[in-house]
């Protein structure tokens, strides 16, 4: 079983729509939660962080965590072509009590909103 | 002021080559990471230097070898290239007691 799964679509949306995005993993001991967005030919680049369960807003963007499932959601509203990218979700744990943490990705989500 | 930078950007070699990579970053972090994004889009961690002392090294052939001559560089060094290296190479850095990775913009090796 992969550590953390995500299902890469492709996903397409019209503009204004709102975007579901998911993954799912396998150990409860992870501790931070990430969303990365990756445009085409570029690096990824952090989007959302959240530590605990629950949702964290920032604009149009909205991350949740239900650790009870193992389940992470980013939710985007009023989608813009601007958004579209390829979304990774990612888990930071620490392992045997170190400070040195692993970014473990999902296989990425690729968005496309069109006008 | 590029925070990771990552050269070369492209790079097309022959099957069997020697090649590097070099990454650089200005953030004063002292954590550093190379990462293989396949065709499907999956990134993978491959090495993690902290302080140029190598603490994550996952499964990844012999032929490739890390090494940081101090906290701001890493490069990445690959011997006798084979077609499957093909990929998208990234260079990240964190600090080691922050969550945030900030990534560079990739070396795009394509073996022929």
């Known amino acids: 079983q992969k550590e953390v799964e995500q299902d890469p679509g492709p996903l397409s949306v019209?503009?204004?729509a709102i975007?579901?995005?998911?993954?799912?993993?396998?150990?409860?001991a992870f501790q931070y939660f990430m969303w990365y967005r990756q445009y085409s030919r570029k690096g990824p680049e952090l989007l959302m962080y959240t530590y605990s369960s629950g949702n964290k807003e920032d604009g149009r963007f909205t991350?949740?965590?239900d650790k009870s499932s193992k389940y992470i959601s980013l939710f985007i509203r009023d989608s813009q072509p601007s958004d579209?990218?390829?979304?990774?979700?990612?888990?930071l744990w620490h392992a045997g009590?170190?400070?040195?943490g692993k970014l473990t990705f999902g296989q990425g989500t690729i968005l496309t909103v069109h006008p | 002021d590029t925070a990771v930078s990552q050269t070369p950007k492209y790079l097309v070699t022959q099957m069997g080559n020697d090649k590097s990579i070099k990454c650089e970053q200005n953030l004063g972090h002292d954590t550093m990471?190379?990462?293989?994004?396949?065709?499907k889009k999956f990134l993978k961690i491959m090495f993690s230097y902290n302080n140029k002392e190598l603490i994550i090294n996952e499964t990844v052939p012999n032929r490739f070898s890390?090494?940081?001559?101090?906290?701001?560089h890493l490069n990445l060094h690959i011997n006798s290239l084979e077609l499957g290296d093909s990929a998208v190479y990234f260079c990240a850095s964190s600090t080691s007691r922050r969550s945030y990775y900030t990534f560079g913009s990739g070396t795009r090796l394509?073996?022929?």
Request: proline content about 7%.
């Open chain 1, 14 to 16: 019209p503009e204004g």
């Open chain 1, 19 to 28: 975007v579901s995005l998911n993954c799912t993993y396998s150990n409860s």
């Open chain 1, 63 to 65: 991350a949740q965590v």
């Open chain 1, 84 to 91: 579209s990218a390829t979304y990774l979700c990612a888990i």
């Open chain 1, 97 to 100: 009590g170190t400070s040195y």
């Open chain 2, 33 to 39: 990471y190379w990462y293989k994004q396949d065709s």
């Open chain 2, 66 to 72: 890390p090494k940081s001559p101090d906290k701001a």
């Open chain 2, 110 to 112: 394509t073996v022929v």
